[in-house]
């Protein structure tokens, strides 16, 4: 085993998180915050160390989408950065996946398989990522929580995070401790998010967009978009603000 072998396996061993399981689900077969493996990744440049003082983007997806969605997105936006697409573990039929055991969960529901599913996406950064490359998380829908949620589990671990068209598990669920949630962590970090979404989403309700817009202002470095005649979806006016805040970051070069 080489050195970073060595360094890939202590962190996953370091990044041990106990399942929470609650109700069985009646939309994707099993139950809520059952533990999750990510299993397939999707390389953009067909390897992570393509540009390796770049920040790595982990592109996350939504439900009902699979690896390959969002990394055109990154050939416009950081088109020299590495980036690694990760596969929801959750089939919902042929190339299609999800996160979450139902598009939007609920209450204990969603508190239960948020956390399991960051727990999956951060063991797997933790055994296949350097822990000295940064990491940026970037995701849509299911996916942009789940961008947020892993700040809350390991907030040193994450450079930044985009969040598009996203929620959040607000309360902090009655089996989490400062131990597995770092939420006054991530504060004091106060970690760079773009938060992005369009004001005629049809999926994401507006109150679900106001809530995590002020836990973020309240817990990160928030940049807030708010984008008018944008459903539940990206365009290219989003994409630009993402450029911007990329080189203001210093997350991305040669953009503007």
Same mark, same amino acid.
């Given at each position: 085993?080489?050195?970073?072998?060595?360094?890939?396996?202590?962190? $996953?061993?370091?990044?041990?998180?106990?399942?929470?399981?609650?109700?069985?689900?009646?939309?994707? +077969?099993?139950?809520?915050?059952?533990?999750?493996? =990510?299993?397939?990744?999707?390389? /953009?440049?067909?390897?992570?160390?393509?540009? +390796?003082?770049?920040?790595?983007?982990? @592109? @996350?997806?939504? #439900?009902?989408?699979?690896?390959?969605?969002?990394?055109? @997105?990154?050939?416009?936006?950081?088109?020299?950065?590495?980036?690694?697409? @990760?596969?929801?573990?959750?089939?919902?039929?042929?190339?299609?996946? /999800? #996160?979450?055991?139902?598009?939007?969960?609920?209450?204990?529901?969603?508190?239960?398989?948020?956390?399991?599913?960051?727990?999956?996406?951060?063991? !797997?950064?933790? $055994?296949?990522?350097?822990?000295?490359?940064? =990491?940026?998380?970037?995701?849509?829908?299911?996916?942009?929580?789940?961008?947020?949620?892993?700040?809350?589990?390991?907030?040193?671990?994450?450079?930044? $995070?985009?969040?598009?068209?996203?929620?959040?598990? +607000?309360?902090?669920?009655?089996?989490?401790?400062? *131990?597995?949630?770092?939420?006054?962590?991530?504060?004091?970090?106060?970690? +760079? *998010?773009?938060?992005?979404?369009?004001?005629?989403? $049809?999926?994401?309700?507006?109150?679900?967009?106001?809530?995590?817009?002020? #836990?973020?202002?309240?817990?990160? !470095?928030?940049?807030?978009?708010?984008?008018?005649?944008?459903?539940?979806?990206?365009?290219?006016?989003?994409?630009?603000?993402?450029?911007? !805040?990329?080189?203001?970051?210093?997350?991305?070069?040669?953009?503007?």
């Amino acid at each position: 085993m080489n050195t970073n072998d060595e360094q890939h396996g202590n962190n $996953a061993r370091n990044n041990s998180y106990e399942p929470h399981i609650g109700r069985e689900s009646h939309v994707v +077969p099993g139950h809520f915050g059952e533990p999750q493996k =990510v299993t397939h990744a999707q390389y /953009s440049q067909g390897n992570a160390a393509a540009h +390796p003082t770049h920040p790595l983007l982990l @592109l @996350l997806h939504g #439900w009902g989408s699979n690896e390959e969605d969002l990394l055109d @997105l990154l050939r416009i936006v950081a088109p020299y950065n590495d980036a690694i697409a @990760l596969r929801a573990p959750l089939k919902l039929a042929e190339s299609a996946y /999800s #996160w979450f055991h139902d598009a939007v969960p609920q209450r204990e529901d969603l508190d239960c398989d948020m956390y399991a599913a960051a727990a999956a996406i951060d063991e !797997w950064v933790s $055994a296949n990522i350097p822990a000295n490359r940064n =990491v940026v998380p970037f995701g849509f829908s299911q996916g942009a929580a789940l961008a947020v949620h892993v700040l809350r589990l390991n907030p040193d671990r994450y450079r930044a $995070a985009v969040a598009l068209s996203g929620f959040i598990a +607000p309360n902090v669920p009655a089996f989490a401790s400062e *131990v597995t949630l770092k939420d006054d962590e991530l504060a004091e970090r106060n970690t +760079p *998010v773009f938060f992005g979404y369009g004001l005629e989403d $049809a999926v994401i309700p507006p109150y679900e967009f106001s809530a995590a817009a002020a #836990w973020l202002e309240e817990h990160t !470095w928030l940049e807030e978009k708010r984008y008018r005649g944008l459903d539940h979806a990206v365009h290219m006016e989003e994409l630009g603000d993402i450029r911007k !805040w990329f080189v203001t970051h210093d997350i991305a070069s040669g953009l503007l």
